[in-house]
């Protein structure tokens, strides 16, 4: 069974039920990583990383070595910006790792239930 990992602080995870509940009845195993126990999961095939870098939790540490400076200055440029940004091989080869954030937790949200469709046609590849 295919897995993916969800990193986010427990806001994020419990406002983005949505996504997870999606990919779950298609058949992929979800696991929530928190920013605690992530140097567990980071090696994982697919990591979907909910929040930019200033979510609370150790999460926004975890983006900040993720998204360019170009992309953090982007998500916090306007109170509406949200932005998915898709990476490969951060932790290592052959992994693909998304972020999801919006300007808020609640755009943070929305951006992750608008992805769903596109984050499953990726992990189904």
């Keep these: 069974k295919t897995k993916a990992v969800f990193l986010a602080n427990s806001i994020d995870f419990d406002l983005s039920f949505d996504l997870f509940d999606y990919l779950r009845t298609r058949n ?7 920013a605690d126990d992530f140097a ?31 992309e953090q200055a982007q998500l916090i440029s306007s109170p509406d910006q949200t932005i998915v940004s898709e990476k490969t091989g951060i932790w290592k080869m ?17 951006i992750s239930e608008d992805s769903k469709e596109m984050i ?6």
């Design 40 to 70: 567990k999961y980071q090696y994982e095939k697919h990591i979907i990383i909910l929040g930019g870098q200033n979510a609370p939790e150790g999460v926004g540490s975890i983006v900040r070595t993720v998204l360019t400076s170009q």
């Design 120 to 125: 499953l046609g990726k992990i189904k590849q």
């Design 94 to 110: 052959d992994q693909t790792v998304w972020v999801l954030a919006g300007y808020d937790r609640f755009l943070t949200q929305n």
């Design 28 to 34: 992929i195993d979800i696991i929530h990583s928190t």
